[in-house]
Nanobody, 123 residues
Framework: QVQMVESGGGLAQAGGSLRLSCAAS????????MGWFRQDPGKKRELVAA????????YYADSVKGRLTISRDNAKNTVYLQMNSLNPEVTAVYFC????????????????WGQGTQVTVSS
């Protein structure tokens, strides 16, 4: 069974940094593209960053470009999200997931959601 365990969230001040981690298990991690998603209360989960199986290709939503950096360590089955220059607009619960089929893009999340990690940024 595929499992994702997110960590690293918390309360931070505007202008600060956080590094989220997602430890994956139960599948061949290095074969799949991975993504980070955010979810605001009452809203649909949305993809904010993604990375290909080998780390060579990344995607960022326009709203987060320049503030977030996604990376992965296939030896540790872990994907990271470095969040810099935090502002209250990034406050949300963050989840990671793999693509169901692709090693290059995240277009069909597998929906093996973990518990997420809450990021709260105060102004």
């Amino acid at each position: 069974q595929v499992q994702m365990v997110e960590s690293g969230g918390g309360l931070a001040q505007a202008g600060g940094s956080l590094r989220l981690s997602c430890a994956a298990s139960g599948h061949t991690f290095s074969s799949y593209a991975m993504g980070w998603f955010r979810q605001d209360p009452g809203k649909k989960r949305e993809l904010v960053a993604a990375i290909s199986w080998d780390g060579a290709n990344t995607y960022y939503a326009d709203s987060v470009k320049g503030r977030l950096t996604i990376s992965r360590d296939n030896a540790k089955n872990t994907v990271y999200l470095q969040m810099n220059s935090l502002n209250p607009e990034v406050t949300a619960v963050y989840f990671c997931d793999q693509d169901r089929f692709s090693g290059v893009v995240v277009s069909q999340p597998s929906a093996n959601w973990g518990q997420g990690t809450q990021v709260t940024v105060s102004s």
